[in-house]
Structures are given as structure tokens and as C-alpha cells.
């Protein structure tokens, strides 16, 4: 009886630890993902300085076309650049997530952008993944748009 005891004993630990590690590995996605939510709602907000507060120093912004690779913007003083200008250019500018999907240090989106046009509203939708290092976004890849 004293051996059933003792390895019943030693499951429950090892059950116990193996949930303790699983909630500790489960919450940087989680975190991340509100990392990548913050961000959205300072975009909508148009808030320049809360969007550069959440991302790194040597951040990068990069367009997927196929093969082809093209930084956007390199670094956070850049990134502030263009987004001054993006939002100037664009004052009527927003976004949705319609699907996200955090694993580990990436956040994978499918996001719906609307703006109004001289012809009316429009919109488009794009796939975007985000990567995330202490916290703060590192590089996001944006796929081709699509209507």
C-alpha cells in the first residue's frame, strides 16, 4: 500500500509541475498577443508616441510580394517618421483584427484596414506576423492586401 502511496504521490507532483511549467509557457503568447492588441488601438487612435512605445529600438517593418522582401522602415525613429506621415496622408485610417493567433514570440494576424476615399469607403484585408522580443514588437511581416 505504501508504494502505491509514494508513486501516487509522485505523480501528482510530476502532474503539478508539468501544469506550473505549461501556464508559465502559455502566458508569453498571451502577452504578446496584448502587446499586439495595444498596438492596433494606438494605430486607430493615430498615437505616434503610444505606438513607438511598443516596439524596440532597431524594430523593422517588411512587405512580403511573392519572392520579394522590402523593409519599410528600419528602426523606431523611422517607423515614427512614416507613420506621422501615413496618418496625415490618411486621417480616416482604422483597422480590425479578424483572427489572431499567438505561439510563443509571434503573433500571427488577419487584419481588416478601412479608409474613406474620394469615391466612398473601401477596405482591404492582410495577413501580418509579428514578432516580439521583451515585450516589444520587433519586426512585423505584412503579406499582399486583399479586397
Excluded at 22 to 34: D, S
Excluded at 44 to 63: F, G, I
Amino acid at each position: 500500500m505504501k508504494t502505491y502511496s509514494l508513486i501516487l504521490v509522485l505523480v501528482l507532483v510530476a502532474g503539478c509541475a508539468l501544469v506550473k511549467s505549461y501556464a508559465v509557457l502559455a502566458r508569453q503568447p498571451a502577452a504578446n498577443e496584448t502587446v499586439v492588441r495595444k498596438f492596433e488601438a494606438a494605430f486607430n487612435k493615430h498615437d505616434v508616441v503610444a505606438l513607438a512605445a511598443l516596439v524596440t529600438d532597431d524594430a523593422q517593418w517588411l512587405s512580403i510580394d511573392g519572392d520579394k522582401l522590402s523593409v519599410e522602415t528600419g528602426g523606431k525613429a523611422a517607423l515614427e517618421t512614416w507613420l506621422t506621415g501615413y496618418f496625415k496622408s490618411c486621417p480616416s485610417c482604422h483597422s480590425e483584427f479578424e483572427a489572431v493567433m499567438a505561439a510563443d514570440r509571434f503573433v500571427t494576424v488577419h487584419e481588416r484596414a478601412m479608409w474613406e476615399s474620394k469615391s466612398g469607403p473601401k477596405a482591404q484585408r492582410r495577413l501580418s506576423v509579428y514578432e516580439l522580443r521583451d515585450g516589444l514588437i520587433r519586426r512585423v511581416w505584412y503579406y499582399p492586401a486583399e479586397k
